[in-house]
């Protein structure tokens, strides 16, 4: 089974946490948001539903094709204020949807950035893109170097409508350049009677980065007034490498 299934079933784990933060960002922001990354719009579409008008891009046709289906069957208003699109997060140009109130990348988009250097080009493509004084939030995540031993851990499980459920292991590994954590998704379905019906793996790239340089890179591309957050539920950095980083910024003149 493809990566279809998988990225089904990486929404089922991801929480709600990161759709509240954002969809608090985006009600203080204004009524234009852009979602790098946008996946099957597992944000876009909670956003979209409170009137902010979506334009949503990524370089997967597989999610942006279930991205679609979701949102032609949405209803209330989101098919209409929702616009998917293909695109590179780290170098696009979507001039003709004007600036954006806000712009954001969720789930550790930007961890797919392979260098400091990558990252600062999409940086400066989202400045393209964002008004003066607009907002620009995103997370990222850190694997602690404790589990970069490449054992399968259970990662959780997910009740499914059919009364089945599923469940997931991941493992990470080191990758060859510093920074590249290898992460190996295994998602394997039961039914409702507990028999296996169904396994998916995923391996994927993540490149690591330094809170320093994430610092540097955002005020180098001209964002400013940087809240860092170690988590989605407003929790301070203690400025170390966390699991998780929050950023929220605004776009300078
Ligand atoms: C973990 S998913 C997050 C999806 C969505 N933002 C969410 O929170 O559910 C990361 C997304 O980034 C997209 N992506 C990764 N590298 C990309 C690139 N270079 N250009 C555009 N999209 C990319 C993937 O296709 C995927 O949809």
Same mark, same amino acid.
């Given at each position: ?18 759709? *509240? ?10 009524? *234009?948001?852009?979602? %790098?990354? =946008? ?6 579409? $909670? %956003?979209? !539903? ?9 370089? &997967?046709?597989?999610?942006?094709? %279930? ?10 208003? =989101?098919? &209409? ?6 695109? /590179? %997060?780290?170098?696009?140009?979507? +001039? ?29 493509? =989202? ?17 602690? /170097?404790?589990?970069?031993?490449? @054992? $399968? !851990? ?5 009740? @499914?409508?059919?009364? #089945?459920?599923? =469940? ?42 330094? $809170? ?8 180098? #591309?001209?964002?400013? /007034?940087?809240?860092?957050? +170690?988590?989605?539920?407003? #929790?301070? +950095?203690? #400025?170390?490498?966390? /699991? @998780? ?7 300078? $003149?």
């Amino acid at each position: 089974m493809g990566r279809r299934w998988a990225a089904e079933y990486h929404d089922l784990f991801a929480g709600d946490d990161d759709v *509240t933060f954002y969809s608090a960002v985006s009600r203080k922001a204004g009524p *234009t948001a852009l979602d %790098i990354g =946008v996946g099957t719009a597992r944000l876009a579409i $909670p %956003i979209a !539903r409170t009137g902010t008008r979506v334009v949503g891009i990524d370089s &997967s046709m597989e999610l942006l094709n %279930i991205a679609h289906g979701k949102v032609t069957s949405a209803g209330g208003g =989101v098919t &209409s204020r929702m616009r998917l699109l293909f695109g /590179d %997060i780290r170098d696009f140009s979507l +001039s003709r949807e004007g600036k954006f109130d806000l712009a954001y990348a969720a789930a550790g988009a930007y961890n797919r950035c392979r260098s400091t250097a990558e990252l600062a080009h999409a940086v400066a493509c =989202v400045r393209d893109h964002v008004r003066v004084g607009g907002t620009f939030s995103f997370d990222l995540v850190n694997v602690g /170097d404790e589990l970069l031993d490449g @054992m $399968p !851990r259970l990662d959780g499980v997910a009740p @499914m409508e059919d009364g #089945g459920e599923v =469940v997931r292991h991941l493992a990470w590994r080191k990758g060859r350049k510093r920074g590249d954590v290898e992460c190996h998704a295994t998602y394997e379905r039961f039914d409702a009677r507990g028999r296996s019906v169904e396994r998916v793996a995923e391996r994927e790239m993540f490149h690591m980065f330094e $809170p320093t340089e994430v610092a540097e890179v955002l005020q180098l #591309g001209g964002f400013e /007034d940087v809240n860092r957050f +170690s988590d989605l539920k407003g #929790g301070r +950095s203690a #400025g170390r490498k966390d /699991d @998780m980083a929050v950023y929220l910024c605004n776009r300078g $003149p």
